[in-house]
């Protein structure tokens, strides 16, 4: 390594990081402070805020809310998509220029667009709105689950294990079940982690189908904005804090991975 | 005759059903809706008529196209320099950066509204610190104006170029560089005949689907003022969900519209990457 890098290197990244870092660091601060209207910094710290925030009883029932929708969505696409991928890439390499086409569909249908879409076929249809976002949730992270799922089988070369699986005498089921599903599960569960921390964050749908009945968490900030800023940004950083957390582990298990191959 | 694969058969029946029901039964509805007349009374071409012709709705399209163009234009260059900066540093530490990058990438929407207001509101952060030193400009500045959103748009346009470029340096081969300055080649000659035709495709790329997401996003403006921003996104929002305003069928064709402006950007995309010689590595 070149050891007497220019200023210049330095002086570039740490313009980028330290734009990237101000916002999160002035919003900590601020979900500290007892208050903070007129002088340079905070008149005095408090933990009254994060206090407030988690005894109200609104906001752990819309924490509820949003695990419902993000996890729902997240296990079904567990059992659904990872299980099609399968097939797809051992079976059909043929459909896998389909599902790439999916994918470049849905990133030219980001969620306002899908959001009309969906108003327009289901609002007066009976299903109720909240499958409705679950299911639009299952769309929007078919790219993230399709990347991971089939990278692990390329990695564990899943068609010869298959083959060698069947020809002592398993079945293909058997085979899926108790060879390929234990070896893709690191992957599969980083594709997860991943996908739920973007639901998780998700406002667009939420608001648009069901935002008035089902108070999720985003919707909850939302609410909150001009209420009272102290908290939102306590909600802000806790929204954040898990959202290190979820990548955190998500960077552990892609690098152990990484280790033992 | 090939015997049916069962198991292929039952796990894309259900895939491809929840595939069906909610991708391209609510893109048919769109299209179709924008295709009808208000309030969904025979086909008719005037939605689309009625965007060109209304200069409120031709204004939005102008305002998306812009900010966008301008966040993804300030990002890239920002991101080219800042990565290539890091691929001078340590592994260990080039690790850390993608990995803040990639942490800050899923700070967006309501929390990064949120977070520009408590630095740059009425009584925020910086607001308040520039009127203690009496620095006039400054502390007027106006987090709910467009450079306001500007500020955020490129919050959450920074880290995804920064992943999207990483890769991109990885792919300039050590020696050509060196195979250049054997054959007498400077830095700058190296970067303007070799680097940078190399790259520019994948700089293109980028750039295409930095703008794409940010003629998608809504959340973030929504924050700052609800409807008031006359932004693509937003218009469709309020025409879709408002009760006094409602227009689905307006919105569902400004939404097909919005809808082809993407996918010709993801196209172009597609056909930049295809452009990079990877005969060469």
Redesign the interface.
């Given at each position: 390594m070149n050891k007497n890098r220019p200023f210049f290197h330095y002086l570039t990244i740490g313009a980028v990081l330290l734009y990237l870092l101000v916002p999160l660091l002035g919003t900590l601060i601020y979900s500290f402070s007892t208050q903070w209207h007129k002088t340079i910094l905070p008149e005095g710290l408090t933990f009254h805020w994060y206090g407030e925030l988690f005894s109200d009883s609104l906001f752990l029932k819309a924490m509820g809310r949003s695990l419902i929708l993000s996890v729902g969505a997240t296990i079904l696409s567990l059992l659904i998509m990872v299980p099609a991928i399968f097939s797809i890439v051992v079976y059909a390499p043929r459909l896998e220029k389909f599902i790439q086409a999916l994918i470049v569909l849905t990133y030219a249908m980001p969620g306002v667009i899908i959001a009309v879409g969906l108003i327009r076929a289901y609002s007066n249809s009976g299903m109720p709105m909240v499958v409705v976002t679950v299911g639009a949730y299952f769309v929007g992270i078919l790219p993230y689950m399709y990347q991971g799922t089939r990278n692990s089988l390329r990695n564990i070369q899943a068609v010869s294990l298959m083959e060698a699986a069947e020809i002592l005498g398993a079945s293909r089921f058997t085979a899926f079940l108790k060879v390929i599903l234990p070896n893709i599960m690191p992957g599969v569960l980083v594709s997860s982690l991943l996908s739920f921390s973007i639901l998780f964050g998700e406002f667009v749908l939420v608001n648009l189908l069901i935002g008035g009945s089902f108070e999720t968490v985003q919707v909850y900030l939302y609410k909150k904005l001009n209420v009272s800023g102290h908290i939102a940004s306590a909600i802000v950083i806790c929204y954040f804090i898990l959202i290190s957390i979820l990548s955190s582990i998500i960077v552990k298990v892609t690098r152990s991975r990484k280790e033992t191959l | 005759m090939k015997k049916i694969?069962?198991?292929?058969v039952a796990?894309?029946i259900?895939?491809?059903f929840?595939?069906l029901?909610?991708?391209f039964?609510?893109?048919?509805?769109?299209i179709y809706?924008s295709f009808q007349a208000d309030g969904g009374t025979g086909f008719s071409f005037k939605q689309y008529q009625e965007i060109f012709q209304n200069e409120y709705y031709r204004q939005a399209f102008k305002n998306s196209i812009l900010i966008s163009l301008l966040s993804s234009f300030i990002a890239t260059l920002?991101?080219i320099?800042?990565t290539?900066?890091?691929t001078?540093?340590?592994s260990r530490i080039q690790n850390r950066?993608l990995?803040?990058?990639?942490?800050?990438s899923?700070?967006?929407?309501?929390?990064?509204a949120?977070?520009?207001?408590?630095?740059l509101g009425n009584?925020g952060?910086?607001t308040?610190?520039f009127k203690?030193f009496g620095w006039e400009t400054l502390s007027s500045f106006n987090v709910y104006s467009w450079s306001g959103l500007v500020l955020i748009y490129?919050?959450f346009q920074?880290?995804l170029a920064?992943m999207l470029l990483y890769p991109v340096y990885q792919g300039i081969n050590k020696h050509w560089k060196e195979a250049a300055s054997l054959l007498g080649a400077s830095s700058t000659q190296f970067w303007l005949r070799i680097g940078i035709p190399i790259i520019l495709p994948s700089i293109a790329g980028t750039f295409s689907i930095l703008f794409?997401n940010a003629m998608?996003?809504?959340?973030s403006a929504?924050?700052l003022t609800g409807s008031t921003y006359n932004l693509v996104?937003i218009r469709?929002?309020a025409l879709?969900?408002g009760d006094i305003f409602a227009k689905?069928e307006l919105?569902?064709a400004i939404?097909g519209l919005?809808?082809l402006t993407?996918?010709v950007a993801?196209l172009l995309n597609?056909w930049l990457t295809r452009k990079v010689r990877r005969d060469l590595s």
């Open positions: - | 694969n069962g198991m292929l796990s894309l259900p895939f491809l929840l595939i029901l909610f991708l039964i609510p893109l048919f509805f769109m809706g920002l991101a320099f800042a290539y900066s890091i001078h540093f340590s950066v990995i803040f990058a990639n942490l800050t899923n700070f967006a929407g309501i929390p990064l949120f977070a520009f207001i408590v630095l009584s952060l910086f308040l610190l203690h490129l919050y920074l880290p920064v794409a998608g996003a809504y959340a929504y924050a996104t469709i929002g879709t969900t689905p919105g569902s939404a919005l809808g993407l996918v993801m597609e």
